[in-house]
């Protein structure tokens, strides 16, 4: 069962990371959604950039002990993005266009909410 709730805390990893990237965008339709958005992205920058770890990645880790799997080799991102999804000389890269996302959609949003754009 350990096995079972390891991989759902995948898939919920992979969607936290999909709403951190592009949840902004999600305020364009829902705009009380921002403040989600933002406590979010404040805390995928502050895991990533500091020692601090992930809830995430330490519950999949609790589960893997169970199965005797031992934690993941250098934690999520290091083992399911990087070399996975895009090489990891291609992260300077990567993290630009998450910043451009990020900017993007906060200014759709503040357009939005002055009312220069009606959805």
Wanted: one cysteine or more; glycine letters at 12%; proline letters at 5%.
């Amino acid at each position: 069962m350990a096995g079972v709730f390891a991989a759902a805390t995948v898939v919920v990893h992979f969607i936290a990371l999909g709403y951190i990237g592009l949840g902004g965008f999600l305020a364009w339709r829902w705009p009380r959604t921002i403040y989600v958005h933002v406590f979010f992205a404040a805390w995928g920058v502050l895991v990533n950039v500091t020692s601090i770890p992930c809830p995430l990645t330490e519950l999949e880790n609790h589960f893997r002990r169970q199965q005797g799997l031992g934690d993941l080799p250098g934690g999520f991102n290091e083992h399911y993005i990087y070399g996975e999804l895009f090489p990891r000389e291609l992260l300077p890269a990567v993290g630009v266009l998450a910043v451009v996302l990020l900017v993007v959609s906060y200014v759709g949003v503040w357009t939005r909410r002055r009312g220069g754009v009606r959805v």
